[in-house]
């Protein structure tokens, strides 16, 4: 059983600093691309950020700038550290990982979200 475990969400005030964690574990053969996801109530679930096993990056142009995406591979980990955030950075931020659990399986997991709340 694959799970993704989000951790590092709170309040912070604008231009204050966060950062999230993501830990997979279960049974895993490999982890593809990585990545930060944000929803919103009334809002499609938007991408924020994602990371390749190779570590190539890709942001939402409204984080690009102020969030920085990386990944420790040993630890099954990815990090987001956010700054100079923004009331508009308000959201549940949920974690998103390409795994191959066995030969046969290779599919998305979700983590079960992290509230981040910036007040103005």
């Known amino acids: 059983q694959v799970r993704l475990v989000e951790s590092g969400g709170g309040l912070v005030q604008t231009g204050g600093s966060l950062r999230l964690s993501c830990a997979a574990s279960g049974s895993i053969l490999r982890i593809n691309v990585m990545g930060w996801y944000r929803q919103t109530p009334g809002k499609q679930r938007e991408l924020v950020a994602n990371?390749?096993?190779?570590?190539?990056?890709n942001y939402a142009d409204s984080v690009k700038g102020r969030f920085t995406i990386s990944r420790d591979n040993a630890k099954k980990t990815v990090y987001l550290q956010m700054n100079s955030l923004k009331p508009e950075d308000t959201a549940v931020y949920l974690c998103n990982a390409d795994i191959r659990s066995s030969i046969y399986v290779q599919r998305d997991y979700w983590g079960q979200g992290t509230q981040v709340t910036v007040s103005s």
């Open positions: 990371i390749t096993s190779g570590s190539s990056t």
